[in-house]
């Protein structure tokens, strides 16, 4: 691995990526012995034979155009987190128009969304805590030229503090009504024993949305649906929104982070497979998720600001291949069932 080294040519700095050694020195910490670095996960009970069964399925539902997603939830997640962790920090994006009336205003590490109608603004999430969503998500909204005192209503894909965390200050600060599904509110009002998450406040229970169940603010409507697995109420929902006129369905799953435990991969094996059956039905062929590693957002997000006319749209993957990129989801649970050495 190369050292750190920082060079200008032609006045543009060119930053080499750097080892840990080098990375501490340069911070003054005495660098850390080779024998201490993180090793990959193990799985002393794995199923072998069926980890690579479920592997190789896995492979060849991705194809080329989806490895990165398999890779990412198959191998790099479960096997290398900490890999995950030095890609999915808290930083700064740049505020994108994503469709003619989705943006996207959330940080690095995690999404936010703001769907406007003719009625006001629907909020997807809401960041880590307070502070990010006052000095991050606000002015990313405002950034993009929208008013966040017109949120009527902030949606929770999941009960996990990264998505509810600035829930209660924006709810009391713009008025919103907060969505989740039941189990999730129950969940969050439960609150962390420990962890960075321990002393956020949970948003007041405003309104509880039931599977199969449609929101609708002014021209918009939204079709939710309890997908169990990340959490037991990971909430996705189905809507419409155009790019530059022309009609697109986003299927927006709450719950791309995969199961934790065994209980919630053997709940996602089959949620999977129903969001499949339901976004087919729909006609879903736009690709949007929670955090912004799950589907390259930021990626896509540069492509559009530096798009060409007649460029498509990147988070327009087609019918066919979000259906594949869905089954990747499920066939990637059967693999850490394997390694866990259970069986679904």
């Known amino acids: ?174 008025g919103a009504k907060v969505i989740a599904a039941a189990a999730d509110w129950a969940m969050m009002e439960k609150g962390s024993a420990s962890g960075p998450f321990k002393d956020l406040v949970t948003p007041k229970r405003d309104m509880v949305i039931a599977d199969g169940q449609t929101l609708t603010l002014g021209d918009t409507s939204i079709r939710f649906y309890v997908t169990p697995g990340h959490t037991p109420g990971t909430l996705s929902a189905i809507f419409a929104v155009t790019d530059h006129g022309q009609k697109h369905i986003v299927g927006f799953n709450g719950g791309t982070g995969g199961g934790r435990d065994e209980a919630g991969l053997r709940a996602s094996i089959p949620a999977f497979g129903r969001w499949a059956e339901l976004t087919k039905a729909a006609g879903v062929d736009t690709l949007i998720a929670n955090h912004p590693l799950h589907a390259e957002t930021l990626e896509r997000e540069e492509l559009i600001r530096h798009a060409l006319p007649g460029d498509p749209n990147p988070f327009v993957i087609g019918a066919d291949t979000y259906q594949r990129y869905v089954r990747v989801q499920q066939e990637c649970a059967r693999v850490q069932l394997a390694r866990m050495g259970l069986t679904e």
């Open 1 to 174: 691995m190369k050292r750190a080294s920082l060079a200008t040519v032609a006045g543009v700095a060119l930053a080499v990526l750097a080892s840990p050694a080098s990375l501490a020195q340069e911070a003054g910490r005495a660098p850390r012995a080779a024998a201490d670095y993180p090793a990959p996960t193990a799985f002393p009970k794995a199923n072998e034979a069926a980890v690579a069964t479920h592997l190789s399925a896995a492979r060849k539902i991705a194809g080329a155009d989806l490895f990165a997603d398999m890779a990412h939830r198959c191998i790099i997640s479960p096997v290398y987190p900490v890999r995950v962790r030095g890609i999915q920090y808290d930083g700064k994006i740049t505020p994108t128009k994503v469709f003619d009336q989705f943006y996207s205003v959330g940080q690095n590490a995690v999404s936010a969304y703001v769907l406007k109608t003719s009625a006001g603004l629907i909020l997807f999430d809401t960041l880590d805590n307070a502070d990010e969503a006052e000095h991050l998500l606000v002015p990313n909204m405002i950034a993009l030229g929208l008013d966040p005192k017109q949120i009527k209503y902030i949606v929770l894909t999941h009960g996990h503090g990264d998505h509810y965390g600035g829930a209660d200050w924006l709810q009391r600060t713009t």
